[in-house]
């Protein structure tokens, strides 16, 4: 029933908003039965839940009953995802209110290796707190710069998927590349294109972020080329490399991300800032060229701010002179 009501409220990538506030409103009539996990001592119990569900010893009892709890879990959730899906800010509004930022960011950065469990709320937060309509700004920029912080994290589940898998031919409902591809980089993505400005002041919090958003590139490259990787995950990650390219945002070895962009953009992208000696600059959307041969640099800032002309905006105003005043392309909702 979960999954059926999550196939009405949406027309393809599209919520159908009327459907996802009575579905939502029905949701909060019996709130008492939902199957909720919160705050810290909520989300133990869901993660210790998740340990037994994916245990070694799938044939005891305990296991499958876990197994099935999860699931249902994990219906409820991707639930929430569809009645966020587009823009609606009345249901995003009261998905905050059931599932808290902070108890999703506990999931997402647990290593219990529960996928599809991590796979629903990379999608949910993407959804319910990063990819929302301008007027909703900044609700909670704490919990925006946790993402942040968790990104070299996530970096590192993308840099572990390669080499675990070698040249094994990969299924295409695995697990494990769902959560990288279906929840994890459109998540990033729109985190990564609302949220940063550039900074060319060369400050040690600019270096530290760009370098950081450098490595994720390069593990998104590594994933993009691997040789048995099916092809929807492929074309995932390709989206993702685009999206970085037109931040600016560049690989850290110098080599993956402009590898890629020469194969498959056709030459149509801006140069991409490289980090390495000498002044820099960069060109093309989402960039800026610092005046006196400085890098620029993106930086987390302490509050959300939106896509587009807002974002090159304030990049104008953190010193950017020579600014094109493109943005960062349009909000993907």
């Given amino acids: 029933y979960m999954r059926f009501l999550a196939a009405v409220v949406v027309d393809g990538a599209n919520g159908l908003s009327e459907l996802q506030e009575r579905v939502m409103n029905l949701l909060l ?34 296991t499958s009953d876990a197994a099935r709890e999860l699931e249902y879990h994990i219906a409820f959730v991707e639930l929430l995802f569809a009645l966020t899906l587009g823009i609606n800010e009345v249901t995003e509004t009261k998905c905050q209110a059931l599932v808290s930022g902070a108890d999703t960011l506990a999931v997402l950065r647990t290593d219990v290796p529960a996928f599809s469990l991590k796979r629903a709320y990379a999608m949910f937060l993407n959804e319910s707190y990063v990819n929302i309509d301008l007027s909703l700004l900044a609700t909670d920029p704490a919990l925006l710069r946790e993402v942040w912080e968790l990104l070299p994290v996530w970096t590192n589940e993308v840099r572990r998927f390669a080499p675990a898998r070698g040249d094994a031919r990969i299924r295409a409902n695995d697990p494990e590349l769902g959560y990288l591809t279906e929840g994890l980089f459109p998540l990033l993505e729109n ?70 962009l020469e194969k498959h953009s056709g030459g149509k992208h801006g140069s991409v800032l490289l980090l390495g000696g000498g002044g820099g600059s960069a060109s093309g959307n989402g960039s800026a060229n610092g005046s006196g041969g400085e890098r620029s640099l993106f930086r987390p800032p302490s ?30 909702k």
């Fill in 29 to 62: 009539r019996y709130r008492d039965a939902l199957p909720l996990f919160s705050g810290s001592e909520g989300t133990a119990r869901l993660l210790e839940l998740a340990k037994r569900a994916t245990g070694s010893n799938a044939q005891s009892s305990d």
């Fill in 191 to 260: 985190f990564l294109r609302n949220n940063f400005v550039i900074d060319t002041t060369g400050s040690d919090e600019g270096i530290a972020a760009l370098r950081t958003a450098s490595d994720f590139a390069a593990a998104v490259c590594s994933l993009h080329d691997m040789a048995m990787l099916p092809q929807r995950a492929r074309d995932a990650a390709r989206g993702t490399l685009l999206v970085l390219a037109d931040l600016g945002i560049p690989s850290s070895d110098h080599g993956p991300l402009n590898r890629f």
């Fill in 303 to 332: 509050v959300r701010i939106g896509a587009g002309g807002l974002l090159s905006e304030l990049a104008l105003s953190a010193g950017g002179d020579d600014n094109d005043g493109s943005g960062s392309g349009s909000d993907s």
